[in-house]
T-cell receptor, first 115, second 112 residues
């Protein structure tokens, strides 16, 4: 079972609509949580990074929330554009006992914005 | 746009060939990483480096090897490619563990 679960697996929305993607994680000890956007055939690009003390962080039309108690995060996209079509990956950062900070990746939500 | 580059972008080779995937960054980052990603699946860390002459294995076992002779360069080598090595390989770098990782565009490897 993956330690970072995302839902839905895929989503189709009309251009201009809003959507919310979900992430549940079980990894610990938790250092920070990141949302990445990955276009097909490209490397992931960071959208937000939140520590356990942060509840929300925005980056333009993207707003991420974090509830460290329930170990849930969401990414809200406002007024979607065709260019938002991509995979959105939730990534939890874990501190190993060596001090190395390891990233645990979810499988992503594939979003398609339709005209 | 991050200054991290990977070549080749696509590679199709026959079984048994030796290959090297190149990764370079011009941001002066000490930390560099190699990930493997199969279609529709999550990224898995296969190698990382804290700096020059430092290399460590990640949590996904890989037959590949890496080297870090220069800060900006972190190549990955497969001595004898097999069809099971077919995947996308992503290189990343970061200034330290707490900041975001900047990813390259990836190399899509197909071994016939």
């Amino acid at each position: 079972k993956n330690q970072v679960e995302q839902s839905p697996q895929s989503l189709i929305i009309l251009e201009g609509k809003n959507c919310t993607l979900q992430c549940n994680y079980t990894v610990s000890p938790f250092s920070n949580l990141r949302w990445y956007k990955q276009d097909t055939g490209r490397g992931p690009v960071s959208l937000t990074i939140m520590t356990f003390s942060e509840n929300t962080k925005s980056n333009g039309r993207y707003t991420a929330t974090l509830d460290a108690d329930t170990k849930q995060s969401s990414l809200h996209i406002t007024a979607s554009q065709l260019s938002d079509s991509a995979s959105y990956i939730c990534v939890v950062s874990v501190i190993m006992n060596t001090g190395f900070q390891k990233l645990v990746f979810g499988t992503g939500t594939r979003l398609l914005v339709s005209p | 746009e991050a200054d991290i580059y990977q070549t080749p972008r696509y590679l199709v080779i026959g079984t048994g060939k030796k290959i090297t995937l190149e990764c370079s960054q011009t941001m002066g980052h000490d930390k560099m990483y190699w990930y493997q990603q199969d279609p529709g699946m999550e990224l898995h860390l296969i190698h990382y480096s804290y700096g020059v002459n430092s290399t460590e294995k990640g949590d996904l076992s890989s037959e590949s090897t890496v080297s870090r002779i220069r800060t900006e360069h972190f190549p990955l080598t497969l001595e004898s490619a097999r069809p099971s090595h077919t995947s996308q390989y992503l290189c990343a770098s970061s200034p330290d563990d707490h900041n975001e990782q900047f990813f390259g565009p990836g190399t899509r490897l197909t071994v016939l």
